[in-house]
């Protein structure tokens, strides 16, 4: 290599360069998104599905560094934060509950109102002071579709002002036709209309919730598809990248209710797909158009309109367990008004749409998001990456987002994840077990 | 949820209470057992068994952060500080020993005076002027019914101050008869007494020591107890909890000589057990009153007299090995004059009492020290645990054992342990291999 | 142990030494070494032996905390930071190559230019304004011998300044003969040599390099192969240890032009082989001379010249991955001038030199590396070890590698190892995954 002359087309220049759309004015505009490892507070986010939470159950998961107990009592769905007052147990690990109003701690008693959070009684010491003076937050919880939905909050933050679900949900249709059309497919369903079937999994990420997050509206990223199963079965023309041709590409949605996020213009003259690339000797085969739309909204959920085929909608959460695991979401939705549309769904969905779409396409994307990990694991990357022109919509999201959260998770204290290096930490990797959501159990006396 | 009017039965606090025991002047009078992360130094701890130091077998532990290799030569055991005092390697790993006076260094041939620790050749060096003028700590070592004991001390405690082992072990009977009266059971065994024998097992806790320790004697958490089926085989009255009556329900010892420690007055009108709640519809079912009393001694070694059955009294201790690892032993002894005895005893140890003590009871225990681990790991728990009249015996070992103990162990330097993220620990935790206490030994030339 | 008065011999002193041949003056001579835990850069190292890499291969691996990436194209090797300027992804984690001139990444599509790593074009974005502007590293590439050496360099280390690969090789035979002549045994092969055939492996190492490559040339620890097969096999007369026997035992190395480093004049009068030691009842019992010689030349490349057999020279390399990982390579060349005489060192490696040497002598030296690696990874050995006479070895080489690297590498960045704790470190141990060396490609779509 050191006897060849070297050939430089242009200035070669190794480090940051001027060029990069990310200045440091930029940046500056999206500081509270770089503070926000641990996640946004004071949002909805999806904890469950329902059919992992039986009636009489109780599971256990965390969110933005919060411990969360969840319980179906008849029917209805109680969430508290999962750390006994005492000594900071989970009760979720070996759940113990005496009647239908209560939680229990497992360990000494400590028993909690499922309604309000209060430490209610003790059970062998049901007289001592501490009763009545305090207690767990209660998390508001709302159920549709077959998803079970936390409002993940500060433990000040008022009930008076939990907004409406909808209000982290993505943009609804017909509301939106007119501010967004669509005439390239139908409206999309949404998981708050009536008869709407969400299908689909949640399995944990291996990085910050907001690198997973920025993934999947970014236009440049789905050149990681292009060797997909399903591209080429369905042989779909899946472009090369797609590009904004103009600064009105993304338009920002803030009104004073609803959701806050970003309306991607594709498939209009704002954004032109990339089919081919001489120089490199690329060309898209597929001959079938594949039409749909990405927006993002707070707290970070991703809505693919149109996806993978028509009257579906693909949603994903990224919802963050610590500032270095989230549990990642991918979920279809389609209106089902009958039963018998019902078999039809799953059956698709069992199907195709599971293996193809929820694994087989979406798979790449687990892995790019893992890939930069290392980069911005330190602090590196938030100050080094050098975005372009394709990077308006992360830049976009990362502003909207400081602007609009409704708060900043703090680190979590005294929970799984604070600290990284506990033996705890060392027995469960040893014995194979994998960073994650759920809270195991205690086994039965063997 | 956010539709229902919230019930509230008293006023809901979440946080803090002022009506917790551990008020920050409680807090202030156990500061030094706060700092005892890893450890109180200069004790007398057990290391192993008998059985698992053959005559001219050599292993190595760790306690207190301090590596410490152990070899019986001619029935004798010797205990020296397990770190070459030229590259700091482990003589354990690969045993060496040319005579039976000395230890050597597998590495590069330094050899240890067993009885002094003084660095008294080098194998191929024989003439190095360091030779001499430097060593490796010894220990005091005692072996009594089939345990080994080691005086764990920092390296300038002098051997003239040694204390007799039974100053670190629990009260003996009938010497304290008479302080402590038993009138339902007969007086419990020592490890001390003339054929007392130890049966018994430990393992490594994976949580700090102090966490451990404090669940033993902890008359609340016998809750965890309630299924175990050793319980419902044997219809025992074992309480839901045990409430203290008044302010001497609990004596401290803190004589000139012997022991330090606390002794619980169970079973008098001080403490009142528990045996329903009625709002909670439990009720205990036994018929048969199990007596038993719990007492602690520095460094932390729980005594439950009358365990499990008359005439045998169970031992635990919570050894420290890092800050947040523990060797936890159950030991359970009793006095066999005759080899008749020995052998009905190791009988019904084998086929009653391992399986239904040391594991089924205890195991309840194990998980429940674990569950606390990550509260108090970076230190929120020892800040915001909210402890109740029941933890008035935590608090009061506490502050005992913050005037008694002999030495607050600094955390470990240059061991394993002391930095939690080598890539040494991550290849072992990759092949399966859980933070332990012994060291694994190197494997001959295959 | 209380009972017996103290045998004490000499005077016995825990604690460090005044007798120690590391004092702090001799400690301040090489306090650039002691600031190398991530390696000395602007080096040659060996990356992968040729058969690694075959024709169109990518590989990517990791040097002083650099991430770096292979590629080769008509037989030529290339080398570049494994590091997308985009998001900081490697390339070769799914290699993405769409002509010979070029590589992708394989994420957007940022494609740069082999030869000189500029950015060239992005696959769906040839016309945004960061192309050209910046770019990632290049690295120098020699193949010799079957090998691949990569020079690894600060980004702005000019192409005019990289030295020739063997300034980072060992001293050369013959026309070192008359400075270090060897009447014992015939000149020893280079890797340099025309129809040199280089045979070996490499593995990973779980420490710091520094405390590995001290190991190979340091006279005093081959006791710890006292016991191996081949030893006793070929009846070898291997001593106890060698003691220096003047203070010119050592000579180094420091001309203007050519490797930097130290011969050690083993099997003269400067070097006393210890045979036997009466008080410890040792002797060595082999009867067949086995004349060898160790040297050792900046980065840290160890020779052992007749070794194990006449005609063949053993090369080993302590690669920094990171601070506490680094890939140990053993590498045997021979001059094999026909296909006969390689077929017949193809052989004669495979049925002994491989089993027997490469892993049966020098998995010894593995587990002794590793058993230092706790002392020293906190800091706390390079502070307390206490060196002797036989350690002028390390010392020498300490100083002198103080003097002459090229630079000290900073602490990786934004890479695998920078952070320890990622909970991607975590899961793939969680998978039974050793830190390793190599990128693991990510799999196709299953």
């Known amino acids: 290599m050191a006897d060849k002359p070297v050939v430089r087309r242009r200035v070669v220049k190794t480090g940051i360069s001027e060029e990069r759309t990310n200045s440091s004015k930029v940046q500056s505009q999206y500081q509270p998104y770089k503070d926000a490892a641990w996640g946004f507070i004071n949002h909805w ?57 209560t939680i229990s701690c497992w360990y000494h008693g400590f028993t909690f109102d499922l309604d309000s959070g209060v430490l209610s009684t003790i059970v062998a010491n049901p007289e001592d002071k501490l009763i009545g003076t305090t207690g767990i937050t209660t998390y508001p919880v709302r159920e549709v579709a077959g ?42 369903p949404s998981i708050l209309d009536e008869n709407a079937v969400a299908l689909g999994m949640h399995r944990t990420g291996f990085g910050n919730w907001r690198i997973a997050c920025e993934n999947g509206f970014d236009n440049a990223h789905i050149l990681v598809h292009k060797d997909n199963t399903i591209v080429h079965a369905l042989d779909w ?19 004073d209710k609803g959701p806050k996020g970003l309306m991607q213009w594709l498939f209009t003259e704002k954004w032109a797909p990339v089919l081919e690339n001489d120089k ?54 389609r209106v089902c008004p009958t039963e018998e549309d019902r078999k039809k769904y799953q059956y698709r969905f069992d199907r195709v749409y599971k293996s193809l779409c929820l694994h087989g396409f979406n798979d790449c994307d687990l892995y790019a998001r893992e890939a930069m990990q290392n980069f911005y694991a330190d602090g590196t990357g938030w100050d080094d990456e050098q975005l372009v022109a394709t990077d308006v919509s992360p830049i976009t999201w990362r502003k909207l987002a400081s602007r609009w959260n409704r708060g900043i998770a703090k680190p979590g204290r005294g929970v799984a994840g604070a600290l990284k290096t506990t033996s705890l930490r060392f027995k469960d990797t040893a014995d194979g077990m994998r960073p994650g959501y759920k809270v195991p159990k205690v086994p039965d006396e063997a």
């Open 237 to 255: 023309v899946l472009p090369l990248g797609i590009l904004p041709t103009s600064d009105d590409c993304i338009t920002t949605v803030e009104d």
């Open 147 to 188: 998803m079970i939905f936390v409002f993940v909050r500060e433990d000040d933050f008022p009930d008076t002002d939990v907004p409406p679900l909808s209000d982290d949900l993505p943009f609804r249709f017909p509301e939106n036709s007119e501010r967004f059309p669509h005439p390239l497919w139908p409206a999309a």
């Open 45 to 101: 986010y999806p904890a469950l599905f329902s059919n992992e939470l039986p009636e009489d159950h109780v599971e256990g998961i965390q969110i933005c560094g919060i411990p969360i107990v969840l319980r179906r009592v008849d029917g209805k769905i109680y969430a508290l934060k999962d750390q006994c007052v005492h000594r900071g147990v989970r009760l979720s690990e070996k759940p113990t509950c005496f009647n239908k109003e």
């Open 280 to 333: 490199l000797g690329l060309k898209v085969e597929g001959l079938k158009g594949r039409y749909y739309r990405t927006s993002v909204v707070l707290p970070g959920v991703l809505m693919v309109e149109n996806w993978p085929e028509e009257h579906v909608v693909q949603y994903e959460w990224y919802v963050p367990i610590t500032d270095d695991t989230h549990e990642y979401w991918e979920v279809l939705v």
